[in-house]
T-cell receptor, first 114, second 112 residues
Framework: SQTIHQWPATLVQPVGSPLSLECTVE??????LYWYRQAAGRGLQLLFY??????ISSEVPQNLSASRPQDRQFILSSKKLLLSDSGFYLC?????????????FGNGTRLTVT | DAKTTQPPSMDCAEGRAANLPCNHS???????VYWYRQIHSQGPQYIIH???NNETNEMASLIITEDRKSSTLILPHATLRDTAVYYC?????????????FGKGITLSVRP
């Protein structure tokens, strides 16, 4: 069966520090991968999605970037964190080429920028 | 993606059916209706999806009106663990990068 892993579960970082969140998927090949963010008391916002290695689409211009160095690995990064980057970051995957299949989410990383 | 409208909150008694409504009056012919839920501090959990026929799985039933402009998610026997935010989403069926757009959802509170 397929599983998705995100780490760390929680993270506290000072303003201006770098960020690297990692997500890996097991049990499937060539998945579509997504990064979402949920700010406190708000809905989920799509940040990035990827349909293949090295292919990244950005939904919202901001202080973050994403990379997909391997088929089942998705990384969210920042060179310098802002206070507004605080939130709950969620990685998700879906079966490639079949848009009606559901997204499956990881358990998220709660990031607090101080 | 088409937008959806959900009431902000509702409650129901434990053991009773919970009927969660959703309006999606601008839904297109190729858009599916998806339901997810999010328990506090966890990632969203997929529940069910459908196009125009009613659907049922081990978690819930999805009833879609004939004109597809609204739908209802039914939890047949709600438990305290069903307390969560439930999201109704419409999503195009075409395109490998078809994305989910989450709104604010409806907060379901199941009371003992």
């Amino acid at each position: 069966s397929q599983t998705i892993h995100q780490w760390p579960a929680t993270l506290v970082q000072p303003v201006g520090s770098p960020l690297s969140l990692e997500c890996t998927v097991e049990g499937t090949s060539n998945p579509n991968l997504y990064w979402y963010r949920q700010a406190a008391g708000r809905g989920l916002q799509l940040l990035f999605y990827s349909v293949g290695i090295g292919q990244i689409s950005s939904e919202v211009p901001q202080n973050l970037s994403a990379s997909r160095p391997q088929d089942r690995q998705f990384i969210l990064s920042s060179k310098k964190l802002l206070l507004s980057d605080s939130g709950f970051y969620l990685c998700a995957w879906s079966v490639a080429g079949r848009a009606k299949t559901p997204l499956h989410f990881g358990n998220g990383t709660r990031l607090t920028v101080t | 993606d088409a937008k959806t409208t959900q009431p902000p909150s509702m409650d129901c008694a434990e053991g009773r059916a919970a009927n969660l409504p959703c309006n999606h009056s601008t839904i297109s012919g190729n858009e599916y209706v998806y339901w997810y839920r999010q328990i506090h501090s966890q990632g969203p959990q997929y529940i069910i999806h459908g196009l125009k026929n009613n659907e049922t799985n081990e978690m819930a039933s999805l009833i879609i009106t004939e004109d597809r402009k609204s739908s209802t998610l039914i939890l047949p026997h709600a438990t305290l663990r069903d307390t969560a935010v439930y999201y109704c989403i419409v999503r195009a069926s075409t395109g490998a990068n078809s994305k989910l757009t989450f709104g604010k959802g409806i907060t379901l509170s199941v009371r003992p």
